[in-house]
């Protein structure tokens, strides 16, 4: 029965629900911003050639493993806009592209379709122009709801005096408000952790909230013994406030002071134009990187850092598992589901309450380890990222949607 029908505004893991769903054999179209396939489509084949900034976005946003005719492209040069740098920080242009996408979706609708996976922030204008027509409408959320990530951007900023320019998610009124609409009109709604279905629950006690874990397609994993040297640890991702920038800063000249072997290696880059920490010689940072130079520096990495003050999942977090690496990061992440399906996994929880002593949580958990210790915490990590393969992913969403 191929009724599913993925409503995707460029997020990139609805490209992986709508390849779950083809899998499963469910998938009678996605309509997308997004690229799709190896091949440019249409104006995005000669932006891609203009810069390299542009050929990195379009990798970025590209949607693989799909056959052609199950696509409807919905203004895809547009998603390229609204990427853009400066331009695409233009929220009345955002708002214009996100409807026009939206009155897009809607007119192309195929009459059909009995399930529709909807993305935040662009689910509106099609929730209410199937409210009469028995369709199933699925709400994917890629984050918790805006309401939940401002209150933990101002409880960060009292304790710590940021200002709100150092961080990458920051909403506008309309856009929470769209967001608060769409899951009160959706029939239910999916989220990728207890985080973010405790957020949606706040908002609307009574919803139907699914938590549906991320699935990822890792190559098969090399464990190789760790590397003589002092630890290393890695932090992969935005240098913002929300990610715990300065709080990773601070503990790392802590660690310098004291003395501590310990060493930080930061692959990113910022995603605005707030001021960076300044960081002590104990840290090194890369810029951003492919994903193979990220790959190999996982592998080198005894822990991952994500001091996140709130994460949808946090990707990053099964990615290093998967690579043999351990992690340290907050409870406002995937991270206390995954120690629940996976006891044994090294996953290290520095509450966000408790970030001040995150320097102190790096020395405990690095201290003296022997070469049979990290080979097994190696192995308990890259167990526990193989079970969040994209199989199981695809076994779970099909179940949800066609229930």
């Known amino acids: 029965m191929r009724n599913c029908i993925v409503i995707h505004n460029g997020v990139q893991h ?50 693989p ?31 214009f592209l996100t409807n026009r996408f939206e009155a897009g979706c809607v007119r192309r609708l195929p009459a059909d379709a009995e399930h529709l996976l909807l993305t935040d922030y662009a689910a509106l204008r099609i929730l209410l122009a199937t409210a009469d027509l028995g369709i199933q409408r699925v709400l994917d959320l890629s984050q918790p709801l805006p309401a939940t990530i401002q209150e933990a951007i101002r409880e960060d900023i009292d304790a710590h005096g940021f200002t709100p320019d150092s961080y990458n998610d920051r909403f506008a009124p309309a856009e929470d408000e769209r967001v608060r609409q769409e899951v009160h009109l959706a029939d239910k709604v999916i989220v990728a952790s207890e985080f973010s279905r405790s957020s949606v629950l706040r908002e609307r006690p009574d919803a139907d909230v699914v938590v549906v874990p991320y699935g990822f397609d890792t190559p098969a994993p090399v464990i190789r013994p760790r590397r003589p040297g002092p630890p290393r640890l890695l932090f992969v991702g935005a240098l913002s406030e929300h990610k715990g920038i300065s709080v990773l800063a601070q503990a790392m000249r802590r660690l310098e002071a004291d003395r501590s072997p310990v060493h930080l290696d930061v692959v990113g880059g ?134």
């Not at 309509?31 to 990798?59: C, F, I, N, W």
């Not at 080979?375 to 949607?401: F, G, K, P, W």
């Open 270 to 403: 910022a995603p605005g134009t707030a001021p960076l920490p300044d960081w002590p010689g104990n840290v090194t940072l890369h810029g951003r990187a492919g994903r193979g130079y990220v790959s190999r520096m996982f592998a080198d990495a005894d822990y991952l850092v994500l001091p996140s003050i709130s994460e949808g999942f946090g990707r990053v977090i099964v990615e290093a598992l998967s690579h043999g690496c351990g992690v340290i990061t907050t409870e406002r992440t995937a991270a206390p589901d995954i120690l629940r399906d996976c006891p044994d996994a090294p996953i290290h929880i520095n509450r966000v309450a408790e970030r001040d002593r995150l320097a102190e949580v790096i020395t405990a958990v690095t201290g003296t380890v022997d070469a049979d210790e990290a080979q097994a915490r190696r192995e308990r990590a890259v167990a526990a990222a193989a079970r969040y393969s994209h199989a199981r992913y695809a076994e779970t969403l099909d179940r949800i949607m066609t229930r």
């Open 14 to 63: 609805s490209g992986s629900a709508a390849r779950a769903l083809h899998r499963r054999g469910r998938l009678l179209a996605m309509m997308t911003r997004l690229q799709v396939g190896d091949a440019p489509a249409g104006p995005l084949k000669y932006l891609s050639q203009a810069s390299s900034h542009a050929r990195r976005l379009l990798e970025n946003r590209t949607v």
């Open 65 to 95: 493993g799909l056959p052609d005719q199950l696509i409807r492209r919905v203004g895809l040069v547009h998603e390229f806009v609204r990427r853009a740098p400066v331009i695409g920080r233009s929220l009345p242009l955002r708002r």
